[in-house]
């Protein structure tokens, strides 16, 4: 069956009965299915699964690579390149591309790589300054306190690898500690992180704990809110009671002061003076980090990939602004335009297809999410690369958009093109709109009929 056969109607009712039937997913009470003259029921079963794919747009997402979610079942499978033309397909190339970029590089397995994005680093720079954007990223300098970067971010200055200096952590790790005490800074720590708690105990007074400012913009957590609310009433400045219990004040007030950034907080808090100080704390953590800990930070060097960061930020080699809107749409833009004209758009993908799927974790709003309408997209991929005669789908992508549907239905067609294609179509989309079908069956309720 070589045809291209369309039922429109949608899936929720008898066009998508039919399709399941078609496919060998429900057996009819009466009558019987036929491809070419034979009877369905006569393919053994594996036959069958091997001639006719259905996609009905509940794709189960196993544990492991990306990669492994989309070929499942591929007796064949494509190659990357091949495999990213069907991502385009059925629109799950960005969502691919977008984990990527925040896969990371490790230099000692792939020094070439690690050299073409070291190269790509200066390219990046040189595309910003001829668009004029520089000022989006603010580059990590050794020497320069980097306004985009909290507090603890520029004395780390660098990844961390592990638990030890863990932002959630940070403050408590007495090597930083005496690091804080021998730049003099344990008190300016202090003094921060209560004009912080202060601050934020009294903007965030009248919003419930659960209030999505308080999460997006609060320095400590709902739980801890008692606690600091608390604490500056009792507090009056700086100077805190001996013993563990000023041992643990101080402690909370450096890990809120570590969290502060004055671009992104603007408490007026931080002046040029006391940047100076974060900077020569910097090194000093560098210069003096113990042999036991020295795998516990990937520090930022501009001459080598960091094998703990993403490949977008190995790319910037910096943070982007927060303080200009549309900053990091036009940031992503050039990134992608650099990654293509560097031939590294490959490696992209191929970080992306090698990203972990983790079919129990939350699926948010966040770019590389996997929700419905991606699961969707992921049976149609898992349905074409197993080539098979016959394609059976139930639902497309995009079926509320009928621009979008159209050009989807064209390119699956034309993929599918030589082969046997039945689909649904959704209510808003009238078969006559569309290139000409092969046969167009409509269905009404649960019987077949004329159109």
Same mark, same amino acid.
């Given at each position: 069956?070589?045809?291209?056969?369309?039922?429109?109607?949608?899936?929720?009712?008898?066009?998508?009965?039919?399709?399941?039937?078609?496919?060998?997913?429900?057996?009819?009470?009466?009558?019987?299915?036929?491809?070419?003259?034979?009877?369905?029921?006569?393919?053994?079963?594996?036959?069958?699964?091997?001639?006719?794919?259905?996609?009905?747009?509940?794709?189960?997402?196993?544990?492991?690579?990306?990669?492994?979610?989309?070929?499942?079942?591929?007796?064949?499978?494509?190659?990357?390149?091949?495999?990213?033309?069907?991502?385009?397909?059925?629109?799950?190339?960005?969502?691919?591309?977008?984990?990527?970029?925040?896969?990371?590089?490790?230099?000692?397995?792939?020094?070439?790589?690690?050299?073409?994005?070291?190269?790509?680093?200066?390219?990046?720079?040189?595309?910003?300054?001829?668009?004029?954007?520089? +000022?989006?990223?603010?580059?990590?300098?050794?020497?320069?306190?980097?306004?985009?970067?909290?507090?603890?971010?520029?004395?780390?200055?660098?990844?961390?690898?592990?638990?030890?200096?863990?932002?959630?952590?940070?403050?408590?790790?007495?090597?930083?500690?005496?690091?804080?005490?021998?730049?003099?800074?344990?008190?300016?720590?202090?003094?921060?992180?209560?004009?912080?708690?202060?601050?934020?105990?009294?903007?965030?007074?009248?919003?419930?704990?659960?209030?999505?400012?308080?999460?997006?913009?609060?320095?400590?957590?709902?739980?801890?809110?008692?606690?600091?609310?608390?604490?500056?009433?009792?507090?009056?400045?700086?100077?805190?009671?001996?013993?563990?219990?000023?041992?643990?004040?101080?402690?909370?007030?450096?890990?809120?002061?570590?969290?502060?950034?004055?671009?992104?907080?603007?408490?007026?808090?931080?002046?040029?003076?006391?940047?100076?100080?974060?900077?020569?704390?910097?090194?000093?953590?560098?210069?003096?980090?113990?042999?036991?800990?020295?795998?516990?930070?990937?520090?930022?060097?501009?001459? +080598?990939?960091?094998?703990?960061?993403?490949?977008?930020?190995?790319?910037?080699?910096?943070?982007?602004?927060?303080?200009?809107?549309?900053?990091?749409?036009?940031?992503?833009?050039?990134?992608?335009?650099?990654?293509?004209?560097?031939?590294?758009?490959?490696?992209?993908?191929?970080?992306?297809?090698?990203?972990?799927?983790?079919?129990?974790?939350?699926?948010?709003?966040?770019?590389?999410?996997?929700?419905?309408?991606?699961?969707?997209?992921?049976?149609?991929?898992?349905?074409?690369?197993?080539?098979?005669?016959?394609?059976?789908?139930?639902?497309?992508?995009?079926?509320?958009?009928?621009?979008?549907?159209?050009? +989807?239905?064209?390119?699956?067609?034309?993929?599918?093109?030589?082969?046997?294609?039945?689909?649904?179509?959704?209510?808003?989309?009238?078969?006559?709109?569309?290139?000409?079908?092969?046969?167009?069956?409509?269905?009404?309720?649960?019987?077949?009929?004329?159109?």
């Amino acid at each position: 069956m070589p045809g291209h056969v369309a039922t429109p109607g949608g899936r929720g009712g008898g066009a998508g009965v039919l399709a399941a039937v078609r496919a060998g997913q429900v057996e009819p009470t009466a009558g019987s299915v036929t491809y070419g003259g034979y009877d369905r029921r006569s393919f053994a079963p594996a036959a069958r699964a091997r001639r006719i794919a259905y996609a009905a747009g509940e794709a189960i997402l196993v544990e492991g690579p990306l990669r492994k979610n989309l070929l499942y079942g591929a007796a064949s499978p494509p190659g990357d390149e091949d495999l990213v033309d069907l991502l385009r397909l059925v629109g799950l190339d960005t969502l691919v591309y977008a984990r990527g970029l925040t896969g990371r590089v490790d230099p000692a397995a792939e020094p070439e790589l690690a050299r073409a994005i070291v190269a790509a680093r200066a390219r990046m720079r040189d595309a910003l300054r001829a668009e004029r954007a520089e +000022r989006l990223v603010e580059p990590f300098d050794p020497a320069l306190y980097n306004h985009q970067a909290d507090l603890g971010e520029n004395i780390l200055f660098g990844e961390p690898v592990g638990p030890a200096f863990a932002r959630a952590r940070l403050a408590r790790h007495p090597y930083l500690r005496a690091v804080l005490e021998a730049e003099g800074l344990v008190r300016p720590l202090t003094e921060i992180g209560l004009a912080v708690a202060r601050n934020s105990v009294e903007i965030f007074s009248d919003l419930p704990n659960d209030h999505p400012l308080f999460d997006a913009f609060s320095l400590f957590p709902a739980s801890e809110r008692g606690y600091f609310e608390d604490l500056v009433v009792r507090q009056p400045d700086a100077t805190l009671r001996r013993g563990p219990g000023g041992q643990r004040d101080r402690e909370r007030l450096i890990g809120l002061a570590l969290r502060y950034s004055e671009t992104r907080h603007r408490f007026g808090l931080m002046d040029e003076a006391l940047e100076e100080r974060i900077v020569a704390a910097r090194h000093s953590f560098a210069r003096m980090l113990p042999a036991p800990l020295r795998g516990a930070v990937e520090f930022y060097d501009p001459d +080598r990939v960091n094998p703990a960061a993403s490949l977008e930020e190995n790319l910037l080699f910096g943070r982007v602004s927060t303080g200009e809107a549309g900053a990091e749409a036009r940031v992503r833009t050039l990134v992608r335009r650099v990654l293509a004209e560097e031939g590294l758009e490959g490696q992209v993908y191929r970080l992306g297809l090698d990203s972990r799927v983790e079919p129990g974790a939350a699926v948010g709003l966040t770019e590389g999410a996997l929700g419905p309408r991606e699961r969707v997209a992921v049976d149609l991929v898992r349905c074409l690369v197993r080539r098979p005669d016959i394609l059976v789908v139930a639902i497309l992508l995009e079926e509320r958009k009928p621009e979008n549907f159209r050009e +989807r239905l064209a390119a699956l067609r034309a993929a599918r093109a030589g082969r046997g294609l039945i689909v649904c179509l959704p209510d808003a989309i009238e078969p006559a709109e569309l290139p000409d079908f092969d046969a167009v069956i409509h269905v009404a309720g649960n019987a077949l009929v004329d159109a």
